[in-house]
Structures are given as C-alpha cells and as structure tokens.
C-alpha cells in the first residue's frame, strides 16, 4: 500500500478503476486505532466498491460531473458526518484525515480525533455503508494504556464507548 494524497484518491475514484477488483459477499470495515489521554488515532479501511458506492448514493447524478477537488470535499464531509468521536465529557471531536491510501480492493484512512481536555471515557461511531449495506459491521481495535477494547458497529449498534 502506498500513502498517497486524498486528491488522487478522489481521482481514482473518478475512474473506471475504482469499480474494478474482486466482488465480496461480506460488508466489513477495519480499524487499528490508538487511545492517549488527549487523542484517538488510527487507521480505518474500507473496501474500495462499496466506498465508492457510498460516494454514489450521497451524490447522485453529480457524482460523475464533479472534479477531484469536489470529490475530495465530498469524501471529507462523508467521513465527518458518518466517523466521530464525543468524549464522556460531551465534547465532539473533529476528524481530521491526516493521510489516504487505496489498493486494488481496499482504500484507507489514517486520521486523528484531538481533544482540548484529558480524555477519560470516549464513544466512537462509524456509520460509514450504513445506508448501503444493512449487514455492513464497522470493526474497531482501540488500544489503550490499560489494555485492547474491541467494538463491533451494527446499523442497529452504531456506537460503542471506552473507558481510560
């Protein structure tokens, strides 16, 4: 895999290329991220079709008329609204994507949630392919100072929370 900027993934999906690669039967997402007392950042991927899919759906017949510029602000939006964080202490963190990899079935995000205070409980959503897919389940590994929490998000459990 190859770090590469979030325009040129907007350009790949622009292409015919986006829509190649292997079909799956199963609609999962993964996330390795990393708990400190002021941060959650990680790693989050998706496969690739059904990303764009996504991108398809909240677009609409635009989808195909817009530059990379435009489908670069586009996947930022839809990550923000369908990836956040809220600290116990009701703050809502700002994603920010601070990298974007694709590869021939998979494209990712490595990202960072910053908080102005310590963080000591977090609730992490992910409706990302909600709407697509109803048995689509977002994974996430948050490793932690105390230890490795594992949640699994359902369109009928979109959220989980961990405690420092």
Same mark, same amino acid.
């Given at each position: 895999?190859?770090?590469?900027?979030?325009?040129?993934?907007?350009?790949?999906?622009?292409?015919?290329?986006?829509?190649?690669?292997?079909?799956?039967?199963?609609?999962?997402?993964?996330?390795?991220?990393?708990?400190?007392?002021?941060?959650?950042?990680?790693?989050?991927?998706?496969?690739?079709?059904?990303?764009?899919?996504?991108?398809?759906?909240?677009?609409?017949?635009?989808?195909?008329?817009?530059?990379?510029?435009?489908?670069?602000?586009? !996947?930022?939006?839809?990550?923000?609204?369908?990836?956040?964080?809220?600290?116990?202490?009701?703050?809502?963190?700002?994603? !920010?994507?601070?990298?974007?990899?694709?590869?021939?079935?998979?494209?990712?995000?490595?990202?960072?949630?910053?908080?102005?205070?310590?963080?000591?409980?977090?609730? !992490?959503?992910?409706?990302?392919?909600?709407?697509?897919?109803?048995?689509?389940?977002?994974?996430?590994?948050?490793?932690?100072?105390?230890?490795?929490?594992?949640?699994?998000?359902?369109?009928?459990?979109?959220?989980?929370?961990?405690?420092?």
């Amino acid at each position: 895999m190859k770090l590469v900027p979030l325009i040129h993934i907007a350009l790949i999906v622009l292409s015919a290329q986006a829509f190649a690669g292997p079909k799956h039967d199963v609609h999962i997402s993964y996330c390795k991220s990393q708990l400190t007392r002021t941060s959650l950042s990680g790693k989050v991927s998706y496969y690739k079709d059904d990303f764009v899919k996504a991108l398809r759906n909240r677009q609409g017949t635009a989808f195909y008329g817009q530059g990379p510029a435009r489908l670069e602000q586009a !996947i930022t939006a839809y990550m923000r609204q369908n990836f956040t964080a809220t600290t116990g202490a009701g703050e809502k963190l700002p994603l !920010i994507i601070t990298s974007t990899g694709i590869d021939e079935t998979s494209i990712w995000f490595n990202f960072t949630f910053s908080s102005s205070a310590p963080i000591s409980s977090i609730s !992490i959503g992910n409706t990302v392919l909600f709407q697509e897919f109803r048995d689509q389940m977002n994974m996430i590994n948050v490793k932690t100072p105390t230890g490795e929490h594992s949640l699994v998000l359902t369109s009928s459990d979109p959220n989980g929370s961990i405690q420092l």
